[in-house]
């Protein structure tokens, strides 16, 4: 059975800094592509950033790009989310994901952690 589980949430203010990570069990991490997404209230899934082959294949979402950095550690089954300069914009709960390809899109991916909570204030 596969889970992804996230951690690292939190009450951060602005320009401040987090990281999440995403522990996975049950699936041999290195054949997945990963990623992140977050949802704010009101608003749609949105896509944060993805990573494939320990690293060498990263995509970010254009609202992230030069302040969030994804990474993966094989031995461990873990990503992570490295978040710098965090604006209140950036408050959503923040989604751990698993699938065949390294889409931007959530329906590309299969499985799902329950989501994190972060929240910037100003």
């Known amino acids: 059975q596969v889970q992804l589980v996230e951690s690292g949430g939190g009450l951060v203010q602005a320009g401040g800094s987090l990281r999440l990570s995403c522990a996975a069990s049950g699936l041999t991490f290195s054949n997945y592509a990963m990623g992140w997404f977050r949802q704010a209230p009101g608003k749609e899934r949105e896509f944060v950033a993805a990573?494939?082959?320990?690293?060498?294949?990263?995509y970010y979402g254009e609202s992230v790009k030069g302040r969030f950095t994804i990474s993966n550690n094989d031995v461990k089954n873990t990503m992570y989310l490295q978040m710098n300069s965090l604006k209140p914009e950036d408050t959503a709960v923040y989604y751990c994901?698993?699938?065949?390809?390294?889409?931007?899109?959530?329906?590309?991916?299969?499985?799902w952690g329950q989501g994190t909570q972060v929240s910037v204030s100003s």
């Open positions: 994901a698993a699938g065949g390809i390294t889409g931007t899109r959530s329906d590309e991916y299969e499985y």
């Open positions: 990573v494939r082959w320990s690293g060498a294949v990263t």
